[in-house]
């Protein structure tokens, strides 16, 4: 059993993206006939590089519409589509503290972050390496809100 819907490979977390239906589990949810709604068929759940890269090329060579999503936390519904095939980016959770970090327009320090590293997990590692990641919401796994 999956503790939410960011933990679903489909799921966008907006019913009316998802097409009004329920995640595809096991066709019915409490008496409701579910449909297959703009889910994508297909899902690679990509733990490296080169699984983008086959996911990709396998959509090219087979002409199907490609979506990424990392937890599906999109309520515009572009991380979705019907047919499709979805590049979860949720396991690329690499975080890399760069210490002096150098370009033309600044020099500091600085943090790489994977496509999959959620908005609580990167506010955790800013706040342990004694800096601070400004984002959009989310909460620190002390229970603060930054």
Do not use: W
């Amino acid at each position: 059993m999956r503790n939410s819907s960011a933990d679903h490979p489909t799921s966008i977390m907006s019913p009316l993206n998802q097409g009004m239906t329920c995640l595809p589990v096991d066709g019915s949810v409490a008496g409701h006939k579910c449909g297959l709604g703009g889910y994508p068929v297909y899902v690679v759940n990509a733990r490296n590089a080169k699984h983008i890269q086959a996911a990709v090329n396998f959509a090219r060579n087979m002409n199907i519409r490609l979506v990424v999503k990392n937890t599906g936390h999109d309520f515009h519904g572009k991380a979705s589509g019907f047919g499709s095939l979805s590049i979860r980016t949720h396991h690329l959770k690499d975080i890399v503290i760069i210490k002096k970090y150098q370009s033309k327009r600044y020099t500091g320090p600085a943090i790489k972050a994977g496509s999959g590293v959620q908005g609580f997990e990167l506010y955790a590692a800013a706040h342990a390496a004694g800096l601070m990641a400004v984002g959009g919401e989310g909460m620190v796994s002390q229970g603060h809100r930054l």
